[in-house]
């Protein structure tokens, strides 16, 4: 019966999400879009390219069909990779990094989880949710002209749809764009398991997956991301007019490369959301509940690494100076976090540990995804230095604060880390500090405006407050409307005896 429950509220939240997308499936592919964002102070100028932000909107490579620009094969290859590199970090990074932490009698429940969120996504998001996310509707919400990737390959013309870019007059097949969104959703939705680990049924998180994905990361990587792409701002008059096309955050010049809000802080507070609302680990403040295998944790962080430049350098879209600069931030900035995060915890505790210093190095990969393609080396380094101290205390001081069981520090190393990342892309993006600045597509380089960090920086706060907001009011609804039908949580026996064996029969370890 519960499995049919399953299945009947999965199958809900789709026909909610596309119900509606019948009339437009039917008609002639649509342009894909992306828009343009004008900057708060002067509409002629927009947001350097947020290029994870990704989220440069497929736009038709060009106004005259004679002169459509053709995808470089190199900056294909790029992406490619990228998206790969960004498939690692998940399966098996982040799974191995989040199973190491849990009980042995957990450990393959966590692993399935993850996996299984993952499949379950890339599914979601080529059926509806890359339409949703990246075609043009509302400032908060996407439209059906790509539901289940209509358009992008024409069999009458034999031709294939191009993504446009953040520079005028380059593109990359629109379904390589497809592939690397599709799994920035998929990793984010899979960071929100860490924080209830270890007691909640497999059925409730995927279905609680299915209705966050749809009506909660969908619409903030619109509200961020969205844009109709640089070749259709020629003037003032079609940077403003590109502007009002573009999402609601975008529009109002926020800077997030990669994903500070989209991904780090929306996924944080879901799942403190489920902290909370789920209950502490029977046994929590009480018993043992240290990592099982710290190799397993070490490894996971390890994979992490390596797979963010794909995640970091691969929001730019194409191989070059900029992806050049997310990659060295990257690898900078998650140095440092790991050095400031391990020396706070010798200060602070006595000891070195290499927990502390793996979870170092993926609040420094945290903090710095917004900034990445923004801040100049030295920015960088701050950043990190900065993340690894705050989310030691976030992981620590601020958890007892808020009192949660947040199993695997969620919030403590996303939300607080992607918060401060997003925040401080607004000081080190200034020119003078060494950042990009902002860049205008009606001249075609950087805006001779002066850049203001006390504006950018409050832009960039009103980006963080709504993702919060968003994520939290969506999360609330979606827990408990998942808790009525299935029930969140399993029984304490079966939570006691550990889920690996009764939620899914199997044992990580024997013997």
Request: proline share 4%; with cysteine; glycine share 12%.
């Amino acid at each position: 019966m519960r499995k049919n429950i399953t299945k009947l509220l999965a199958g809900f939240a789709c026909l909610c999400a596309f119900g509606v997308a019948a009339p437009s499936f039917a008609d002639a592919p649509a342009k894909t879009e992306a828009a343009t964002t004008s900057a708060v102070a002067a509409p002629a100028v927009t947001p350097v390219p947020d290029a994870a932000a990704a989220a440069a909107a497929p736009a038709p490579a060009a106004a005259a069909p004679a002169a459509a620009p053709v995808a470089n094969k190199g900056d294909t290859s790029f992406m490619m990779i990228s998206t790969l590199l960004v498939i690692l970090m998940t399966i098996p990074g982040l799974a191995l990094f989040y199973g190491g932490l849990v009980r042995s009698k957990n450990m393959l429940s966590v692993l399935m989880q993850v996996f299984m969120v993952f499949a379950l996504v890339i599914v979601l998001w080529c059926i509806y949710g890359y339409s949703i996310a990246f075609t043009e509707k509302t400032a908060f919400f996407g439209g059906f002209d790509r539901l289940f990737l209509n358009g992008i390959w024409d069999p009458a013309k034999g031709t294939f749809a191009a993504a446009a870019t953040f520079s005028k007059g380059v593109v990359i097949p629109e379904f390589v764009f497809v592939a690397f969104q599709g799994t920035f959703a998929a990793i984010t939705c899979a960071l929100i398991v860490g924080a209830f680990a270890e007691r909640a049924k497999f059925s409730a998180v995927l279905a609680f997956v299915v209705l966050w994905f749809t009506f909660a990361y969908l619409p903030a990587a619109h509200m961020v991301w969205f844009w109709t792409g640089p070749d259709l701002i020629t003037n003032a008059a079609t940077s403003a007019s590109e502007a009002l096309k573009a999402g609601w955050i975008w529009q109002k010049g926020a800077l997030d490369f990669a994903g500070g809000t989209v991904v780090h802080i929306n996924a944080a507070v879901a799942g403190l959301v489920g902290a909370i609302m789920i209950g502490k680990r029977v046994g929590y403040g009480r018993e043992s509940m240290a990592p099982h295998s710290l190799t397993m944790t070490m490894i996971g962080a390890s994979l992490l690494w390596v797979g963010w430049f794909g995640f970091n350098a691969g929001s730019s879209l194409e191989a070059g100076d900029v992806a050049a600069l997310a990659f060295v931030n990257t690898l900078l900035a998650t140095a440092a976090a790991t050095l400031s995060w391990v020396f706070g915890e010798w200060i602070s505790k006595g000891k070195p540990s290499m927990l502390g210093g793996a979870s170092g190095a993926v609040a420094g990969l945290v903090a710095i995804t917004p900034a990445a393609g923004f801040v100049g080396p030295m920015g960088g380094l701050v950043i990190g230095l900065l993340a690894g101290v705050v989310c030691l205390w976030g992981v620590n001081g601020l958890k007892r604060l808020i009192g949660a069981d947040d199993s695997l520090d969620v919030f403590g190393v996303h939300g607080v880390g992607g918060i401060l990342g997003a925040l401080l892309t607004g000081v080190f993006a200034a020119p003078q500090l060494g950042g990009q600045g902002i860049f205008d597509y009606v001249t075609n380089k950087m805006s001779a405006d002066p850049y203001s960090i006390g504006h950018q920086v409050w832009v960039q706060a009103q980006a963080v407050g709504t993702t919060i907001l968003w994520s939290a009011i969506i999360s609330v609804i979606a827990y408990k409307l998942v808790d009525i039908v299935i029930g969140l949580r399993v029984p304490e026996e079966e939570e006691r005896e550990g889920l690996d064996i009764t939620s899914h029969g199997e044992q990580a370890y024997h013997g």
